[in-house]
């Protein structure tokens, strides 16, 4: 963060009378030093006179700003709005010659004086609109930018928080609609063991243990790495076969440079799916495929099953809708799911481009 923005964000941080104090307590240091350079009178004279201009602009300032500009400009009022602008101007650029005549040179001039009379400023158009409403309006003008560069900033800062709540809340539904989908299925395959008296129970236990273990543990947050969901779905694979014997055919490869952070889960959907609509669905000798790679700049993992002849495969009906949100919520468009449906095989390819 720059020191320009750390300054920035002090200001808008503080009370309201603190912003406002600060604001225009700048106004004057800001314009004080150019009439030092310039002018032959004394600090003491033009910090009173500015003091005095200062009173119009603050006056002007917010009259335009929390009255007429909401009430009017806002509501496409714009005949009145034109119309409280123009008396706006006249009204306080008035209290500006008034402030400086029959305060400021009061207060710095030596008697006996003339003043102008209070009639006289009231009519004298000419000097208003040559020497006093530049000056309101100079600091009208700054008043205005600040006070709605602020706003927008507020505005800005609480869309984005609401729009990272509102990812952060899908992300939790996502899992929440994930998990119990996978424990489902993987307490059926030991439930099935389990009635056949298998003697491999035992090992299906321990596989879901790890299994549990990561799932609780592990996709907590929104990230975990590679190398963990790849023996997630190791585990998973070895309670599937076990279920499915000698009959399903698995093959798996990696080619890997490196590890890199993924989001919980989304591998191990996209197997749940090949076993459900591939083996799941082939009385016959159902086959996976898997194949992971991580490269310079991408991530790219591969999952192709076979289908069984005349079975009719759609993607909303395959459970990759939840996955698809999950990652736009992640990876934006920083992503792509490839997804393939040929007679005899099924085929999803994940590719995520890697963020260095």
């Known amino acids: 963060m720059s020191t320009i923005d750390k300054i920035l964000r002090f200001f808008f941080e503080q009370p309201r009378w603190v912003k406002h104090s600060l604001f225009w307590l700048g106004i004057l240091l800001l314009m004080i030093p ?11 004279e033009i910090a009173v006179m500015y003091c005095c201009i200062i009173v119009g602009q603050v006056g002007a300032s917010y009259f335009f700003a929390y009255w007429v500009i909401p009430n009017y400009l806002w509501k496409r009022r714009y005949l009145l709005t034109v119309l409280f602008f123009i008396l706006g101007t006249y009204a306080f650029s008035v209290v500006e010659r008034i402030m400086v005549v029959h305060v400021g040179e009061t207060l710095v001039r030596t008697p006996p004086f003339v003043q102008e009379p209070v009639w006289e400023i009231l009519t ?41 709540e509102k990812a952060r809340n899908e992300l939790k539904m996502l899992k929440a609609q994930l998990n119990p989908h996978f424990l489902f299925n993987t307490l059926n395959n030991i439930y099935t063991l389990a009635l056949s008296n298998a003697p491999n129970t035992a090992e299906s236990i321990g596989k879901l243990s790890e299994i549990l273990d990561h799932v609780l543990y592990k996709c907590s947050g929104n990230w975990v790495l590679l190398s963990d969901e790849l023996q997630l779905i190791a585990n998973y694979i070895s309670l599937e076969r076990l ?7 698995i093959e798996t490869s990696e080619q890997l440079s490196g590890d890199v952070e993924i989001p919980p889960l989304i591998l191990l959907s996209l ?18 495929h898997m194949h992971t790679e991580v490269g310079d700049d991408e991530f790219v993992f591969r999952i192709k099953n076979s289908i069984p002849l005349g079975y009719q495969a759609k993607e909303e009906g395959i459970g990759l809708t939840n996955i698809t949100k999950q990652l736009d919520l992640v990876y934006a468009e920083a992503y792509e799911l490839d997804i393939t449906v040929d007679r005899s095989y099924f085929e999803v390819v994940l590719t995520v481009k890697i963020d260095h």
Request: aromatic share 16%; glycine share 8%.
């Open 124 to 164: 004298d158009w000419k000097k208003l609109l040559h020497g006093y409403i530049p000056a309101l309006y100079s600091g009208v003008v700054f008043f205005l930018l600040v006070k709605y560069f602020g706003e927008y900033k507020k505005v800005k800062e609480r869309d984005l928080e609401l729009s990272k």
């Open 271 to 288: 197997v749940e799916n090949a076993f459900k609509h591939g083996a799941g669905e082939d009385s016959g000798a159902p086959s996976i």
């Open 34 to 44: 150019k009439e030092l350079v310039y002018s032959r009178e004394s600090p003491f």
């Open 243 to 249: 279920r499915y014997d000698e009959r399903l055919k």
